[in-house]
């Protein structure tokens, strides 16, 4: 019984510390920006998710410009009554941007990285970012990889060229490209980026479906490669590491669960501008108290899915 005790507890710490030095490991291979306003706190604890098509290589500069995008744009709001809400930003959603005017949203991006991206999204929302977590589009790809698959589905047979995405109608255990492709595509939607939005959280979801099964959590060699393809695609504001993103990617598939995935109310989809082409425009009242209601906890949610 001693022996038994004895190879149990060592048993224990050996798992333990296996992934205690996994965790650290993941930790230092994370990029780091100082992303935060520092403005004042607000009540809860906020995330701001960006999807980047910055790719391994690229130059960037100090202000993370340089052409790069964001294309998927989500905010993760834990409210001070334990409520979880999960909200897609379009990226053509017209705003105002700092020093610059009224824009798209993801132009904050392009005109001052993830700094002005933060900024902006605290003006729009009224809520203080806490943690930016960015994923680069390639990462996308090579954390689909090391876990194996995820499964998506589409309610239409799709053939495009622009995203590269080819699925029949139904659900299907798809790799790495062809996530990539599923969370990007957008032009042969109808509904465009409000489709995408979409897809983009059904893939959050089927993603960490996928990393919370029992192949994936009890397969030491899928752990090292998830780690290491996980925290090579994460560029975080400074302060936010790989714990931090652990609870937001638990927190975001609760929210899924619950259905507490409130959409942005949208006056016109199809807004014309004058020199940036057609955007999304949404009523500042109405904006106001739609975040208003995720920030203390009661907006109403789905009944789950």
């Known amino acids: 019984m001693r022996l038994g005790a004895v190879l149990t507890a060592l048993l224990l710490v050996a798992v333990l510390g296996w992934g205690a030095g996994l965790l650290l490991w993941a930790d230092s291979r994370i990029d780091h920006v100082d992303a935060l306003s520092g403005r004042a706190d607000t009540p809860g604890t906020t995330y701001l998710i960006a999807g980047s098509d910055r790719r391994e290589g690229d130059a960037v500069a100090d202000d993370g410009t340089q052409g790069v995008r964001t294309d998927t744009i989500m905010l993760l709001h834990k409210a001070p009554n334990g409520t979880d809400y999960l909200v897609s930003l379009p990226r053509d959603t017209l705003v105002e941007i700092p020093g610059h005017g009224r824009y798209k949203l993801n132009a904050s991006y392009a005109f001052g990285g993830a700094p002005l991206l933060v900024e902006t999204v605290e003006e729009f929302t009224g809520l203080t970012i806490d943690h930016y977590v960015e994923i680069g589009f390639d990462g996308v790809q090579n954390v689909v990889d090391a876990v194996g698959h995820v499964n998506l589905c589409i309610d239409q047979d799709v053939d495009d060229e ?30 465009a980026d409000l489709g995408r939005q979409q897809r983009q959280q059904q893939f959050v979801g089927a993603l960490m479906d996928r990393v919370s099964s029992p192949g994936v959590l009890l397969n030491p060699v899928s752990q090292v490669r998830l780690a290491g393809a996980g925290s090579d695609a994460l560029t975080t504001s400074e302060g936010t590491g790989i714990v931090d993103v652990g609870v937001m990617g638990l927190s975001a598939r609760g929210a899924m669960a619950d259905g507490a995935m409130p959409v942005l109310p949208i006056e016109n989809p199809a807004f014309q501008t004058r020199h940036s082409g057609v955007a999304i425009l949404t009523d500042e009242d109405d904006v106001a108290a739609f975040f208003g209601s995720i920030a203390d906890g009661s907006a109403e949610v789905s009944a789950g899915s």
């Open 162 to 191: 622009r995203s590269g995405l080819r699925m029949a109608e139904g659900c299907h255990d798809v790799g790495g490209e062809q996530a990539l492709a599923f969370v990007r595509a957008r032009y042969f939607d109808p509904t």
